[in-house]
């Protein structure tokens, strides 16, 4: 996304930031639904998940500033503005990511410890599942609210923006389940480790725009923006990924069944 966002975005730095920081948002949350929609491996999604929040919550701010201030003044080009700071990464990670993990841990320990795992997994996360899905919703509504005016009346610096993210989502889906066939991982985990690899933690990347730069800057609209390109283009990988199982692993036992068949 470096590259991508120096290569396509010169002329526009606070775009450039907020792209970037959102290539340094591994995708955390709407993997689990990408992986589920193509039939990928569950417990590689799931174990994949896990390091990517820990290394977030542990790398985040210095990769941050290592690509908007350290390499390029390597490579001769302009760094950030005066107002990126270390420390409002840091924080932001912590509030909206760090603060949810330890919560969810704290919740399943003490849970299983009272009532058993059988009981936590059959009645209390039905319950308190859905809360994550609305909590995402109203983010994505309000922060839409917020730049909504700066979407509809500048078509054309969204257009800049989509151009690099369509890049970066359809050059790391590719790489990466090119890589997964490569190993011989077999289906499921070739589209686990390709969808993990092209989503983005876009909540974080803005949550973290917003927290160093301002709700109405252009690194926040950058990420705004981010949503709006990466959902379709997955969904759309999603049918790509399918029909790749049916084309190029026959005979694998991990190829779903509805790939199967309609390749029949």
Excluded: H
Aim: hydrophobic share 55%.
């Amino acid at each position: 996304m470096f590259a991508l966002a120096w290569l396509l975005l010169p002329d526009l730095p606070e775009y450039r930031t907020g792209l970037i920081i959102v290539g340094l948002a591994r995708c955390i949350a709407m993997v689990l639904i990408w992986n589920d929609l193509s039939c990928g491996d569950r417990e590689a999604a799931a174990v994949l998940v896990a390091i990517n929040s820990v290394f977030q919550i542990l790398a985040f701010a210095a990769l941050g500033w290592f690509y908007l201030q350290v390499l390029p003044g390597w490579l001769g080009l302009s760094t950030s503005s005066a107002e990126f700071s270390v420390w409002a990464i840091v924080v932001s990670v912590l509030v909206f990511l760090g603060i949810p993990l330890v919560a969810g841990f704290l919740t399943r320990t003490l849970g299983e410890r009272a009532r058993g795992r059988e009981y936590y997994e059959s009645r209390v996360l039905p319950r308190i599942g859905p809360i994550a899905l609305y909590g995402l919703l109203f983010t994505i509504v309000m922060l839409f609210a917020l730049q909504g005016d700066a979407i509809t009346s500048q078509p054309w610096d969204v257009a800049r923006i989509a151009l690099p993210l369509l890049a970066y989502y359809f050059l790391m889906f590719g790489g990466s389940f090119l890589l997964g066939m490569r190993l011989g991982l077999g289906y499921a985990k070739t589209a686990t480790l390709a969808f993990t690899a092209a989503g983005n933690n876009f909540e974080l990347a803005i949550a973290v725009a917003i927290g160093t730069f301002g709700v109405t800057s252009g690194q926040a609209l950058a990420g705004v923006v981010g949503p709006l390109i990466e959902v379709p283009v997955l969904v759309a990988l999603v049918y790509v990924a399918l029909w790749a199982a049916r084309r190029w692993f026959p005979g694998d036992r991990t190829v779903p069944d509805a790939a199967v068949r309609s390749a029949r």
